[in-house]
């Protein structure tokens, strides 16, 4: 059974996103016969899904629209329409795309086993809790440690002094002459990729980082790192570029060559999936972990119906500097699974695992 899940009373639900604003006519399924179905714009929405959805082209539209109209025709509630919606993303198995009514955000999600549930639940608890908590550390054997949590930063100034943060905390750290720097992303579930990416900065360098792409494989946007801040250049129109953060580099001494391990997990997600794509193809480093969230790594555009809808939809895949896209998942290049141990680094494994990677390669 399908479950309509309510994942906030704000507008904002986690997740890489791009502004998009327009007018969208309201259009009605009128021959459905449900009350509710004649006062919700659930046409101008599966028109909206229909033309822009990653996943359009290998649906099937036909069955969709039956299975819309089907549902529409029984509504007795605005939760039975919104539900029509929500069929929808549970048929392209799409659990990144939601829909905002009257401020309460809706979604489709892939329930997981009490046992799977019990392995992940410590490390979500402590993910909530460190939201927005950038960490850094020198452990043993000089190597630097750096946590990237997620961010939930919206508007030009709450990212920019995010950026700023994390190039701050960074650059501390490239300050202590590390010979390797972990970083971790496994608490990030996601938020807002433009302060994490531009963080990064200090040992990305100038460099485009990441595409979004289009289903056809064409590029969406560039996304490009110079001094210190993040840009976006239009996929088709390039000459057409946006400097997405404005701040004045934090560090005096950047390092591009720096041996980097980047950790992942089960609760990377999101814009902390993008973050990890960045830093694919950047030369001396490896991904150490677990595969990341399943169905997360999409770039999400927003679509405003009216005054009181928002559609948050997936519409394009994350790809890396070469262009290889990740249309579901991101897969670490060395496995370790659990041992995951946030309070005690020392006896992390994966923490472990970077540090044997490190030692192999400089004996």
């Known amino acids: 059974m399908i479950k309509l899940r309510k994942i906030t009373s704000t507008m904002k639900s986690i997740g890489m996103s791009i502004s998009f604003k327009g007018a969208?006519?309201?259009?009605?399924?009128?021959?459905?016969?449900?009350?509710?179905?004649?006062?919700f714009p659930v046409d101008s929405i599966f028109s909206i899904i229909r033309t822009n959805h990653v996943e359009a082209p290998n649906a099937d539209w036909n069955h969709l629209a039956k299975l819309t109209e089907e549902t529409l025709s029984n509504a007795t509630s605005k939760q039975d329409s919104i539900m029509a919606v929500v069929d929808i993303f549970a048929e392209l198995n799409d659990v990144h795309s939601t829909i905002t009514v009257d401020g309460q955000t809706y979604g489709f999600y892939n329930p997981v086993s009490d046992s799977v549930y019990?392995?992940?639940a410590p490390m979500l608890s402590l993910s909530q809790t460190q939201q927005g908590v950038v960490f850094d550390t020198l452990l043993a054997d000089n190597i630097a440690y750096l946590r990237i949590p997620s961010i939930m930063a919206w508007g030009d100034d709450a990212i920019n002094s995010y950026a700023l943060q994390v190039?701050?905390?960074?650059?501390?750290?490239?300050?202590?002459?590390?010979?390797?720097?972990?970083?971790?992303?496994?608490?990030?579930?996601?938020?807002?990729?433009?302060?994490m990416l531009a963080g990064l900065w200090p040992i990305l360098g100038d460099e485009t980082v990441l595409y979004t792409m289009f289903p056809n494989g064409e590029p969406q946007f560039i996304w490009f790192l110079k001094k210190g801040n993040l840009y976006a250049r239009d996929g088709v129109q390039t000459s057409f570029q946006n400097q997405i953060t404005n701040v004045e580099p934090a560090c005096k001494k950047a390092n591009q060559s720096i041996k980097v391990y980047v950790l992942v997990g089960?609760?990377?997600?999101?814009?902390?999936?993008?973050?990890?794509?960045?830093?694919?193809?950047?030369?001396?480093?490896?991904?150490?972990?677990?595969?990341?969230?399943?169905?997360?790594?999409?770039?999400?555009?927003?679509?405003?119906?009216?005054?009181?809808?928002?559609?948050?939809?997936?519409?394009?895949y994350i790809a890396d500097r070469n262009k290889v896209a990740y249309p579901r998942i991101f897969l670490p290049q060395v496995y370790v699974l659990g041992g995951d141990n946030f309070l005690h680094l020392s006896q992390d494994l994966k923490v472990q695992m970077s540090k044997m990677m490190f030692n192999m390669k400089n004996k």
């Open 24 to 39: 969208v006519a309201f259009l009605f399924i009128l021959s459905a016969n449900g009350l509710y179905a004649q006062t």
């Open 266 to 316: 089960p609760l990377t997600a999101s814009s902390g999936q993008a973050t990890a794509v960045a830093l694919m193809g950047r030369p001396n480093t490896l991904f150490i972990g677990e595969p990341t969230a399943d169905g997360y790594i999409t770039a999400n555009n927003y679509y405003p119906i009216g005054e009181h809808i928002q559609l948050n939809l997936s519409s394009a």
């Open 118 to 120: 019990a392995l992940i």
């Open 167 to 195: 190039q701050q905390t960074l650059c501390t750290t490239l300050d202590a002459d590390p010979d390797a720097l972990i970083i971790d992303l496994r608490l990030n579930t996601g938020g807002n990729m433009y302060p």
